[in-house]
């Protein structure tokens, strides 16, 4: 099983590593000698726990999670990620207080505005933060620019890559904003293992795992045991909080050991394979650097062409290293621009729709001989165009 190396820069699902692919395709069909393909077997089967407990050492050793969080998966993607954080944290709230908590959201992109509005149609009391929606999602706002965070808040939601608009925070809310108690939840769907973070700093980590960890089907969860806790459903009721969901009740999947129910075994396997990648390739250390160049030299070629190559997020220390965006001076350009990168291989490029323009997403996978090859493409099209 072959195929050349794709130059791909979609932002999602993303490519993975040929051999990753290669092992797990063999694996699809036979695993272990147990006469079984790996996703044939059992979820609850000595194989499967292997593949869970791997994947969450492999986890651990790339970021550094402390003993104070646990690791766990659950069906799904980012939206089920992000609809299932307030039941869950509010429970924990009505746990430690016995009052029913508020959130605060950060809306800095299409998908915390998606987060906030889903958190708010489900009936929890939000609090948006701040929302730069007036700006195109376009910068943002030191912390001292935000609203205060309310009395009763369990958390502040943030979205730390915003993959449509392309802006990403270069740091989290420390105590001068955020007070004790209230816990940082971040949706790092887009940038999870794409830099060292500081997991004791979050209460939750939430990603889905189609971007830089692997195929569609599972969200990764690192989560602050304290907040593992939650009120009975007596008391919720009380309250009138709603009730988790049990599929998405954390504390029951965390029992479970992320199998309370059928979990894709097969998409879980795909992580432990490039999580163990990533670690054979030198960790988390390495990528960054990889990650941060892939970045560096595309945003260089674009600056090269200023009026012609125009970039949405105005503030260059919240642009993103994932996900590029940028937009020539009309529609025309743009398909332009698409059609002639994918006549060279270049293929991927187009942006989200609702934004329109060109989206260079650049996960993990994404070596640096494609952005490279883009770089180059980059400035011949500008030489022409501009
Ligand atoms: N959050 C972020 C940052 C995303 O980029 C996406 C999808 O692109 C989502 C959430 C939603 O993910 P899903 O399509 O898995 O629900």
């Known amino acids: 099983l072959d195929r050349e190396e794709p130059h791909y820069f979609g932002a999602g699902p993303a490519i993975l ?14 695993y272990l000698n147990e006469g079984l393909g790996v996703g044939e077997i059992s979820h609850r089967s000595k194989p499967a726990m292997q593949i869970i407990d791997d994947t969450k050492a492999n986890l651990a050793k790339l970021l550094d999670i402390p003993d104070t969080h646990e690791t766990f998966f659950m069906q799904g993607g980012g939206t089920t990620g992000f609809s299932s954080i307030p039941y869950n944290l509010i429970a ?24 906030a509005e889903e958190a708010e149609r489900l009936g929890f009391d939000v609090d948006v933060v701040v929302n730069t929606k007036d700006i195109k999602f376009s910068d943002i706002p030191p912390y001292s620019e935000w609203k205060p965070i309310a009395e009763n808040t369990s958390y502040l939601f943030v979205c730390d890559n915003e993959t449509v608009d392309g802006n990403e925070f270069n740091d989290i809310p420390g105590p001068e904003y955020l007070p004790e ?36 089907g599972l969200t990764i969860y690192i989560i602050k045991k304290s907040l593992l806790e939650q ?32 979990i894709p075994i097969f998409t879980a396997h795909i992580l432990k394979l490039v999580t163990g990648k990533l670690l054979e390739e030198g960790g988390l250390a390495k990528i960054q650097a990889t990650d941060e160049k892939k970045a560096s030299i595309l945003y260089a070629a674009l600056a090269k062409f200023p009026e012609f190559y125009i970039l949405p997020v105005k503030n260059p220390r919240v642009r ?67």
């Open 320 to 386: 993103s290293k994932m996900n590029v965006v940028f937009r020539l001076p009309s529609a025309e350009l743009d398909d332009q621009f698409v059609k002639e990168a994918s006549a060279k291989g270049l293929n991927g490029l187009k942006g989200h729709r609702s934004v329109g323009g060109i989206r260079a997403s650049m996960y993990n996978a994404v070596t640096l001989e494609s952005v490279e090859l883009l770089v180059k493409f980059v400035e011949e099209f500008g030489k022409t165009h501009a």
């Open 181 to 216: 108690g209230v816990e940082l939840v971040a949706d790092l769907s887009s940038n999870i293992l794409s830099r060292k973070v500081d997991v004791s700093k979050y209460g939750l980590i939430m990603a889905g795992a189609q971007k830089n960890i692997g195929l569609a």
């Open 17 to 30: 590593p040929t051999s990753v692919l290669q092992e797990a395709a063999y694996d699809l069909v036979s």
């Open 92 to 115: 924990n709230y009505a746990k430690k207080t016995g009052k029913v908590g508020r959130a605060a959201y950060a809306v800095t992109g299409s998908w915390s505005k998606k987060a």
């Open 231 to 262: 009120a009975s459903d007596a008391d919720l009721k009380a309250l009138g909080v709603p009730l988790v969901p049990i599929a998405y009740q954390y504390p029951i999947v965390v029992k479970n050991n992320s199998a309370y129910n059928t």
